[in-house]
């Protein structure tokens, strides 16, 4: 009988047991990881057979990258005849890169000066004869830009929804949300991964072990925290040269097309260790459970849509009395201009930041009910109007920064006979760098690059920042 009991006892431990390691690896959140290649060097020929080589090897593993191309790129591999690379690479998902890359002037630097409409004008008038090649050759919109460099500038985005382009793939540190994929002017990004970022060394076999350790890590932190996306990148050129291709433009250069010289290549058997090394990480990420292989145009399918339908007004009103940024609500993550949309009464839809920093000039301490209704009509108007927030909203003849406006509405009872002006908080700002020369930082910018007002343009865009939330 004790003996019997004993047996029961030891099986009901381990049906718990199994009971328990069931529920865990449940509760584990998916690991995305998104591999992408900027596929960029239309000088050294090599690059070419590098780029069929990794997209062959890795669609034999079964898995999909994305191929980030430049515009010179797929036009070059036109004219060399490489037909077999080009269904190569269209056989997994076509990004766009650029249509020159680093042919001066790159996009921050010809955007630097410019505003918000006409900078997103000249981005889109330079690169869409780019997309254009990229659908002739590859017959695909391409799913997702990322920036030369740290060529960086908000415009661009206006500009690539115009496109049809819907992802910001790349990384660097102008704008970025808790280290995984965000909402931002209207595209979904992955940027500023932080920890989930990975780019490992590939000419150095002793370093293997400790890469895929750092892969692991950010597996399990992703899995703790209900799953996203690794960000892991590299260039095709990289396996079979040993500097960039494009130093030729290095410090602002500008060399004619007859003097470009051509990069160095590494020597057969370093390329052919870094291609082992490399397909070893793959195999490594792909043998561990939870792990899905995805491109750039999976990523929109993964994750819920900007768009919102919100009911709970109070709680919205709280949140933007205080500070304007973000809120994480049960219907889903709101941005700051979705809150602003919904204090006026309106359905929140997809709009643009500002053009321009605002003033207040009201200096009166209350404003009159019916003049605060009527503004209140205006700023919806406008909204409706133009598919974006006003830079400041008029109370007659004086007028209210954005951010001002925002913390008045959503403080107001809606029924007292003077509206308090309350002044304006706007913290998600702070998801943007303050360093306007480091972050800008690229061998190929001009020496002493810096470019504050791209950063501030960026600042103002931040009213539609909001972490991105998984299906
Ligand atoms: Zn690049």
Known sequence: MLRRCGNL???????????????????????????????????????????LRIATELEK???????????????????????????????????????????????AL???????????????????????????????????????????APQAYRALLRLGIPVYLDESDHVGVEE??????????????GRYVMRFPLADESQAPQSMAKFDRAADALEARGGGVISWYYHPTEFVTSAFWDL???????????????????????????????????????????????????????????????????????????KQTFLATDAGTLSAADMLQVLLGMDPAAVEGPVARGETTDREKEIPRAAFERAKADAAGIIRANRRLPAEVW??????????????????????AGVAVRKGNPEMEKYITTDPSGTFSWPIHPEGFSAPQLLELARLQAWTLKPARLK
């Open 9 to 51: 006892g030891r099986m009901l431990r381990l049906v718990l047991a199994i009971l328990v390691t069931a529920l865990a690896l449940a509760a584990k959140g998916p690991v995305y990881v998104l591999l992408w290649f900027d596929t960029e060097d239309y000088m050294e020929p090599a690059a070419d057979d590098a780029a």
């Open 61 to 107: 593993m079964g898995v999909r990258a994305t191929f980030k191309v430049v515009g010179e790129k797929a036009r070059v591999l036109e004219a060399r005849g490489r037909r077999d690379v080009i269904r190569a690479l269209a056989g997994h998902d076509i990004g766009y890169h650029s249509n020159y890359h680093s042919v001066q002037p790159t996009p």
């Open 110 to 152: 010809y955007l630097r000066d410019m505003g918000w409409l006409d900078g997103a004008a000249d981005f889109e008038r330079r690169e869409r004869p780019g997309v254009a090649d990229l659908q002739r050759i590859f017959g695909v919109t391409p799913s997702c830009y990322g920036q030369p460099g740290s060529s960086w």
């Open 180 to 193: 995984q994929p965000f909402w931002f002017a209207g595209m979904l990004n992955v940027f500023h991964m």
């Open 248 to 322: 030729n433009f290095a410090k602002g250069a500008n060399p004619e097309r007859s003097e470009w010289k051509n990069p160095p290549r590494r020597p057969v058997e370093e390329a052919e260790r870094c291609y082992r090394i490399f397909l070893r990480y793959v195999e490594h990420a792909k043998a561990r459970a939870g792990v899905r292989f995805i491109t750039a145009r999976d990523l929109p399918l993964l994750y819920e849509s900007a768009s919102v339908r919100v009911k709970d007004r109070a709680l919205i009103a709280r949140h933007m009395s205080e």
């Open 395 to 416: 109370i007659g003849s004086k007028k209210l920064s954005l951010p001002d406006f925002a913390a008045t509405l959503a403080a107001d009872d809606g029924a007292s």
